[in-house]
């Protein structure tokens, strides 16, 4: 089955405590990306990569990290999180970078930071 | 700043009705609006999206129309089913762009049986 997965699903942790998120994605795709979603703030971008070892910063980078070193995963990493991080996490990828192509998102993670 | 504005945040409509949801925008460099559902504790998937060369477009019981002078687009739910109840939120980027998909605010739908 075509998906991308997520893990964890659920995560509580204290702040200044390095967490990784992390994404994989089954069907090849070129592009994957980390979005947040926040009530009455839709989703916003966090970090996007266009291929291995091709990343960049989306509208929200601040307080997080990226790796692309094989093409179906993309970690999530929040080296010291903070409460303003708490959020829905949601990784999606498709199949080339062109934003006007489909997204196929995760299921999520939902964070909190204490 | 919110470049793509969503209403209603929220939607009661009985079982049979139509659901209206409404979005504008202000980039005239966007021309791929795209409309996702997203039903609790599941990601977001696309239903339905829409280039400004035409004005609807039209899949089963989910229509998007488009104003371009109004930049302006809203989705249309025909005869709304008690498992259409989901949060919806409109989309829009620049063809090629890999960077910029601007979410709207979301709508959480409830259509009552």
């Known amino acids: 089955e075509a998906q991308v997965t997520q893990n964890p699903r659920y995560l509580i942790t204290v702040t200044g405590k390095k967490l990784t998120v992390t994404c994989s994605q089954n069907?090849?795709?070129?592009?994957m990306s980390w979005y947040r979603q926040d009530p009455g703030l839709g989703l916003r971008q966090i970090y996007y990569?266009?291929?291995?070892?091709?990343?960049d910063k989306g509208d929200v980078p601040e307080g997080y990290k990226v790796s692309r070193k094989e093409k179906r995963n993309f970690p999530l990493i929040l080296e010291s999180p903070s409460p303003n991080q708490t959020s829905l996490y949601f990784c999606?990828?498709?199949?080339?970078?062109?934003?006007?192509?489909?997204?196929?998102f995760g299921p999520g993670t939902r964070l909190t930071v204490t | 700043q919110q470049q793509v504005k969503q209403s209603p945040q929220s939607l009661i409509v009985q079982k049979g009705g139509i659901s209206i949801i409404n979005c504008a925008y202000e980039?005239?460099?966007?021309?791929?609006f795209p409309w996702y559902q997203q039903f609790p504790g599941k990601g977001p998937a696309l239903l339905i999206a829409?280039?400004?060369?035409?004005s609807e477009k039209k899949e089963g019981r989910f229509t998007i129309s488009f104003n371009k002078s109004a930049k302006q687009f809203s989705l249309h739910i025909m005869d709304s089913q008690p498992g259409d109840s989901a949060t919806y939120f409109c989309?829009?980027?620049?063809?090629?762009?890999?960077?910029?998909?601007?979410f709207g605010s979301g709508t959480q739908l409830t259509v009552l049986p």
């Open positions: 999606a990828s498709s199949l080339m970078p062109d934003l006007s192509y489909e997204q196929y």
């Open positions: 069907m090849n795709h070129e592009y």
């Open positions: 990569s266009m291929n291995v070892e091709v990343t």
């Open positions: 980039n005239t460099a966007f021309d791929y």
């Open positions: 829409i280039r400004p060369d035409v």
């Open positions: 989309a829009a980027t620049t063809s090629g762009s890999a960077r910029q998909l601007t």
